[in-house]
């Protein structure tokens, strides 16, 4: 039965993530910061920064990566909580996307909670599968990436959750925003010698892709490592802290180079799982990427390493199936993507 509107929600640990569906279009979508770990009235917080459209009326669907935040006693305590939340503060009736399972009621996600638990991947998969039968869809976000492959239709990793996913490596916890520079390398190359780095959480991927100019605005919302600004100049002064100087020894070129190795760095780690779930003998040979999340620059920077098809969730959406997004809403749609995913999959099963 179509449903007059339906809203897609992601909610994670750092961002909260909402779809606005009407007839098989994405009328809107959005992401706002959310500090999850001070607990979860930053959720209050998050609802009341959204667009009215967000408080208003509609069928809810929710999925979640935030329970592994660690306000939570354990992941069971934190889909229990966030999906009360998600009852009590939605306006209309709520469903709980438990990947495998399907949707469930509010009041019955604890006792699923390991399939609830950080499935917003399956929502895009299973949403990439309608238009693409053999793929491997490549979300990068701002905190992790998950790299899943779709076969015949159907998500088709090896893991299911967060621990399965880290050992198969359909989980590679590195994002463009967030991930601390030293957890991409120990070292690093800097006037013509190979230095260690200082293990300290002084820049981060985002500072990175400021530099190098790949990082979308819409996309840069959290805090930065010394809590200034986000300037190409103070991005580099951060930087430069990682291999024990002052920005002022070095110019912009110098720098853009630094940052230039740390973003190879991240590039091979995704290659290096990339290429084991490519090798799969049951992945077709011509499987494209389908490339989405705030890193999706990254994903596409992916593809051509590996001589690959690619193409971007939204093209997808628009070229494959007739779902169109209103106009800059396009844009919204890779960021959003599991959001996009829940609430269009929801349309359609949820009475």
């Not at 800097?190 to 230095?195: A, E, Q």
């Not at 959480?201 to 809590?227: C, E, K, M, N, S």
């Not at 199936?321 to 359609?348: H, K, N, Q, R, Y």
């Amino acid at each position: 039965m179509s449903i007059a509107k339906t809203i897609g929600w992601d909610l994670g640990g750092v961002h909260v993530k909402a779809a606005l569906v009407h007839g098989r279009r994405v009328v809107e979508a959005v992401q706002v910061p959310c500090p999850l770990w001070q607990g979860v009235s930053a959720l209050d917080g998050a609802l009341r920064a959204l667009p009215d459209w967000a408080r208003e009326d509609a069928v809810h669907a929710v999925t979640m990566t935030g329970e592994l935040t660690d306000c939570f006693a354990d992941r069971t305590a934190g889909v229990a909580a966030l999906a009360d939340w998600a009852s009590a503060r939605l306006a209309g009736p709520v469903r709980i996307f438990a990947g495998r399972g399907g949707f469930v009621a509010p009041a019955d996600a604890a006792g699923v909670a390991g399939d609830i638990a950080s499935a917003n991947w399956y929502a895009t998969a299973l949403l990439v599968g309608r238009f693409v039968p053999d793929a491997l869809v490549v979300d990068v976000g701002s905190t992790t990436a998950d790299l899943i492959p779709v076969l015949a239709g159907r998500p088709a990793a090896t893991g299911y959750s967060d621990a399965e996913r880290l050992e198969t490596g359909e989980l590679v916890y590195t994002g463009v925003v967030r991930t601390p520079l030293i957890g991409l390398t120990d070292h690093a190359p800097f006037r013509g010698r190979r230095t260690r780095l200082m293990t300290e959480t002084f820049a981060h991927a985002g500072d990175v892709y400021r530099i190098l100019g790949d990082l979308p605005p819409d996309a840069d919302q959290q805090g930065t490592g010394d809590r200034k600004g986000k300037s190409v100049a103070e991005s580099e002064a951060r930087l430069a802290r990682v291999v024990g100087r002052d920005r002022g020894e070095g110019d912009g070129t110098a720098w853009a180079a630094l940052a230039g190795h740390f973003a190879e760095t991240q590039l091979r780690l995704l290659h290096d799982a990339a290429a084991v779930l490519l090798s799969r003998p049951d992945l077709p040979a011509d499987a494209p990427l389908v490339t989405c999340g705030a890193g999706a620059f990254l994903g596409d920077r992916l593809a051509a390493r590996l001589g690959r098809r690619r193409t971007g969730l939204s093209e997808l959406l628009h070229a494959r199936s007739g779902v169109e997004a209103a106009g800059s809403v396009s844009s919204w749609i890779s960021t959003c993507g599991p959001a996009v995913a829940v609430g269009l999959i929801a349309e359609d099963v949820v009475p």
